[in-house]
């Protein structure tokens, strides 16, 4: 049974950081470009970051370039967000999502991040 599990989520007041976390389980992780999303109630859902299977490179939306990290552990099969420097526009429910090819799609329930004084 495939299994993405999201944690670190909470309250932080701007200027603060978090790490989120995605535990995956049920597939070969290490075959899967991973990828964090992002969702709030008045807007769809947004692409934040990638990272390739073997974590060679990563990519990044432009509004969270030099704030954010994604990397991952394919020993742990885990995949990671590092959250620095958050802005309240960053508050959003985080999502982790597994990709291999067209097909093979699957996501997590996501964590709620809230940025605010």
């Known amino acids: 049974q495939v299994q993405l599990v999201e944690s670190g989520g909470g309250l932080v007041q701007p200027g603060g950081s978090l790490r989120l976390s995605c535990a995956a389980s049920?597939?070969?992780?290490?075959?899967?470009?991973m990828y964090w999303y992002r969702q709030t109630p008045e807007q769809e859902r947004e692409w934040v970051a990638t990272?390739?299977?073997?974590?060679?490179?990563?990519m990044y939306v432009d509004s969270v370039k030099g704030r954010f990290t994604i990397s991952r552990d394919n020993a742990k099969n885990t995949v990671y967000l590092q959250m620095n420097s958050l802005k309240p526009e960053d508050t959003a429910v985080y999502y982790c999502?597994?990709?291999?090819?067209?097909?093979?799609?699957?996501w997590g329930q996501g964590t709620q991040v809230t940025v605010s004084s």
């Open positions: 049920g597939f070969t992780f290490s075959e899967y470009y």
């Open positions: 990272i390739t299977s073997d974590g060679g490179r990563t």
């Open positions: 999502n597994a990709r291999r090819g067209l097909f093979r799609i699957y």
